[in-house]
Nanobody, 124 residues
Framework: VQLQASGGGLVQAGASLRLSCAASGGTLSSRDVGWFRQAPGKDREFVAAIRWDSRKQYADGVKGRFSVSREYGKNRVDLEMNNLKPEDTAVYYC???????????????????WGQGTQVTVSS
């Protein structure tokens, strides 16, 4: 399976962006899919995830501002980002656990398909 992340851009603080993670060669339905980001000079960090059963998880810094959703008919997982802040500036990656059996918990170690990343830049 290949994942393609898109939707990044340059916006001002307070604006919104919608990122998409589209899959080819496999289905994202009933899969754990996560969003991560990496800012220059910083480690990659977890942003949000949607579990195989549609439960959602968010990093504390994005709760209430970001929303992850599964677009079943389009084999895609989106990340809606509202009220963006300069500290949200990073390259955003999506990743999925393509194993047949669902994992007990969301774990980056289980994610075996990664997208190439899309740049999000938020100016103050």
């Amino acid at each position: 399976v290949q994942l393609q992340a898109s939707g990044g851009g340059l916006v001002q603080a307070g604006a919104s962006l919608r990122l998409s993670c589209a899959a080819s060669g496999g289905t994202l339905s009933s899969r754990d899919v996560g969003w991560f980001r990496q800012a220059p000079g910083k480690d990659r960090e977890f942003v949000a995830a949607i579990r195989w059963d549609s439960r959602k998880q968010y990093a504390d810094g994005v709760k209430g501002r970001f929303s992850v959703s599964r677009e079943y008919g389009k084999n895609r997982v989106d990340l809606e980002m509202n009220n963006l802040k300069p500290e949200d500036t990073a390259v955003y990656y999506c990743a999925a656990d393509m194993a047949e059996a669902p994992a007990i918990r969301f774990d980056i170690e289980n994610l075996d398909a990664w997208g190439q990343g899309t740049q999000v830049t938020v100016s103050s």
